[in-house]
């Protein structure tokens, strides 16, 4: 992350004036605005926690410590597709890395990459589907019992039913 002294602005701040009004001056509402914040723009751009910081009163080094604590913020937008690729136990022991290594082979891209098609890999904590292990999620649909084969199955269909729906060629 480049450093906060930067001022380069991009966002609509004016998006966030509701959020500040109400949480801005309530103590402890650092995390609170973040989500909101995350809501609004998709991801947590460096101008928005600047903006946050001199809204608050809180340092921009503590905004973006808590903003880069926590595993739910993002600091780059997200693709079209959120491909969340369990790393809990039950799918860790079951393969999920071999699962990994089938999205990389398919899609070219490794955790925290983008394609630029709108496809974002990224591996998570555990999505409490161990049942289903080895499981990822591809924005709300889950997908369990993961063979390497299968995974890449998914990808594909979903690659040609965007591109139906563009009206594209398949690939």
Known sequence: MSC????KQESDLTLL???LDE???VPGS????LQKAQEIYGYLPQDVLRHIAQQTGVKPAKVFGVATFYAQFRFQPVGKY???LCQGTACHVNGSQMIEQAIVEELGIHDGETTSDGYLHSRC??????SLSPVMMINDETYGTLTPEK???ILRELKARAS??????QS
């Open 125 to 130: 904590g555990m999505l409490g589907c161990c």
């Open 151 to 153: 995974t890449k199955k």
């Open 82 to 84: 959120l491909i969340m």
């Open 30 to 33: 650092l995390i609170t605005i």
């Open 164 to 169: 139906e729906q563009k009206g594209g060629p």
């Open 4 to 7: 906060c002294c930067e001022q």
């Open 23 to 25: 949480y801005a001056s």
């Open 17 to 19: 004036d509701g959020v």
